[in-house]
């Protein structure tokens, strides 16, 4: 046969598939080898002004079924040439980048990483091009429909090791470009943000994306923070899409369904795993974790969503703190660190989010270390005349949900805490009473009302601890609550109802204060007056000047995610009269309890007291 001209190196495209299927093994090697050693003249004929040969290899290139073996030759060559691949041959780098190597087989993918880095090495223009082919090989592609498969759970893990396989060959890649392009931190990360799968995209891909960037976060720990930043903002869009009030109603109409149906529970469970009777459907996003699919979704899309990522971001939390059940101090020190910073970023400006927070409430549940440094944070953000009034009145909101709900806190928690807090309060009132001109206005004395509520708040919830003994109600009569309530802020009249009812019925009971005079004076009171809005505006209403608050951590219902919550969990034990009590007394008593006495397991959790009704869970206004 004589020597093909380098002219006229390559075969054409349907010559090359044709070659992908025939029998000749021997012809097919030689033919390629001698095409390969071409692909240089080819690339100095193109600067020359002869593409005709370019453009066919861009072509051959670029068909689906070219054979593997022909691309791993031509790979090895385009690696020797990676000096020669200027702007100028931008579009064949580019579509090199579009091969779909995680399909070809292990020896194409070592291959092509070499490529890859090599490429990098020799011509760094191309290093945001790679990054992004390689952050969008992190994301998962969904299982086929495993109802059309006689073994659904092998095709499934026969999907998740294909998966595990590209997934590891993309961090191994990312760990080589570390060492031959310095700027690979500093331009992936726009990359990783710009490919975050969509906020109503699949759950099964998100939650894939963000396991892979959690795994980044191991070997490139200088971009943990941006990247736990990145994860926890599109989590809060999630949270933000599913208020507990949606998730509240579409559990309620779900269930109101279900008791229609004249379905077994078998059936039930059977459609809680996304297979319709008949066999007609399979839902792709049930087929996510181990384990997760026999645990019931959330019956809202976007709140089912983050209830996949809150589980994965809890496990990832636990692994970094904790190695073989054993703490590691140094890991939770750093975790406490980034995650404070994330903390006072995105969740703490967010106002009214539903569950994001309480990945903070979880990390705080591992070492009584971790809750007062928790807890310190917060109160040096909200004594820091500098931080925005609006921001010093959540973190008061964070610090009463918090020490309310976590049972994992000690008592002499709560009492410092307490005490920190009455302290300030008192302080404030000395410098404001003698103000002859003193109003009570919500914009101008936010963060002092905030925080009265907070103590009302705490009050309201840990009384049955604070005053089990004497010495208990020695310690809240020192707290002079009294003089909080009778000060001329009049506190009574701004904190929510829904609070200041409880508390006024307590504090009676156990003769520490007495509200009611005062609250019968302000329900006489009508003259115009302010709220103050979660936007900052301003808007007049008569008789009420309340808070515009909420309660962080109100009750959690995503239910897969709530097993860690749940645990370390204190709900509201409502505080009806003692058994022993007279029955005259409780007669006395009917008409002030009766605000709150019903609403226990029947209240619709998660609603918060952002909306009309002015609802904490426990608390009815």
Request: net charge negative; hydrophobic share 40%.
């Amino acid at each position: 046969m004589p020597e093909r001209r380098s002219s006229a190196p390559l075969m054409s495209t349907d010559s090359v598939s044709t070659m992908a299927t025939d029998g000749h093994t021997r012809k097919r090697s030689l033919t390629s080898e001698k095409e390969m050693k071409s692909i240089m003249d080819i690339l100095q004929n193109c600067q020359r002004g002869s593409q005709a040969d370019y453009l066919q290899l861009l072509q051959a290139i670029a068909n689906p079924n070219l054979d593997p073996s022909t691309l791993i030759i031509w790979i090895k060559e385009l690696q020797k040439c990676t000096s020669s691949l200027g702007q100028e041959f931008e579009p064949l780098v580019r579509a090199l980048l579009r091969i779909n190597w995680s399909a070809s087989g292990p020896r194409l993918m070592k291959q092509y990483q070499l490529f890859v880095t090599h490429l990098i090495s020799a011509q760094s223009v191309y290093l945001a091009a790679v990054l992004t082919m390689l952050a969008k090989n992190l994301l998962p592609s969904d299982p086929p429909p495993a109802i059309l498969h006689s073994n659904p759970e092998e095709l499934v893990a026969e999907h998740e090791a294909i998966e595990r396989s590209k997934f590891t060959w993309v961090h191994e890649t990312l760990g080589m470009l570390l060492h031959v392009a310095p700027a690979t931190p500093r331009l992936l990360l726009p990359v990783l943000t710009d490919c975050f799968p969509w906020i109503k995209g699949s759950s099964y891909i998100t939650n894939g994306y963000v396991k892979n960037l959690l795994e980044i976060t191991g070997y490139l720990p200088e971009l943990r923070v941006k990247i736990l930043e990145l994860i926890i903002h599109r989590m809060t869009e999630l949270d933000a899409n599913s208020p507990k009030e949606d998730i509240w109603d579409a559990e309620s109409i779900a269930e109101s369904v279900d008791k229609t149906d004249n379905s077994g529970g078998d059936d039930m469970q059977f459609k809680m795993d996304g297979v319709e009777e008949g066999g007609g459907h399979v839902d792709k996003d049930c087929i996510k974790d181990a384990g997760d699919e026999k645990k019931a979704a959330v019956k809202h899309e976007m709140g089912d969503k983050l209830d996949t990522l809150m589980s994965t971001m809890m496990v990832y939390i636990k692994e970094s703190c904790f190695k073989n059940d054993e703490f590691q101090l140094e890991g939770a020190r750093l975790l406490h660190k980034h995650l404070l910073q994330v903390f006072d970023k995105v969740i703490l400006p967010t106002h009214g989010s539903s569950h994001v927070q309480y990945l903070l409430f979880y990390f705080c549940s591992f070492r009584q270390a971790i809750i007062e440094s928790f807890l310190e944070y917060l109160w040096k953000r909200f004594t820091n005349p500098n931080t925005p009034a609006i921001l010093r009145q959540a973190t008061a909101s964070y610090i009463a949900s918090f020490i309310s709900r976590a049972n994992f806190l000690p008592h002499s928690t709560v009492t410092a805490c307490l005490d920190l807090m009455v302290g300030w309060i008192n302080y404030y009132i000395e410098k404001q009473e003698s103000n002859p001109r003193l109003l009570q206005d919500v914009n101008v004395h936010g963060p002092f009302y905030s925080l009265c509520q907070a103590v009302f708040y705490i009050f309201v919830f840990r009384h049955r601890q604070l005053l089990e003994d004497n010495k208990g109600l020695h310690y809240v009569m020192g707290l002079n609550l009294e003089r909080i309530v009778t000060c001329r802020l009049n506190p009574i009249r701004v904190c929510l109802p829904s609070i200041v009812n409880v508390f006024a019925t307590l504090t009676r009971k156990y003769q520490i204060a007495y509200c009611y005079t005062i609250m019968e004076r302000n329900n006489r009171s009508l003259h115009q007056v302010t709220k103050l809005h979660s936007s900052g505006a301003v808007m007049s209403l008569s008789s009420t000047n309340s808070l515009d608050s909420f309660f962080p951590f109100d009750p959690y219902l995503l239910p897969r995610s709530g097993a860690f919550i749940n645990p370390m969990y204190r709900q509201w034990e409502g505080c009806k009269p003692e058994e022993e009590a007279s029955a005259k007394k409780r007669e006395e008593e009917e008409d002030e309890f009766v605000q709150y006495e019903e609403w226990d397991k029947d209240l619709p959790l998660g609603i918060t007291p952002t909306n009309v009704a002015c609802i904490s869970p426990g608390f009815r206004s």
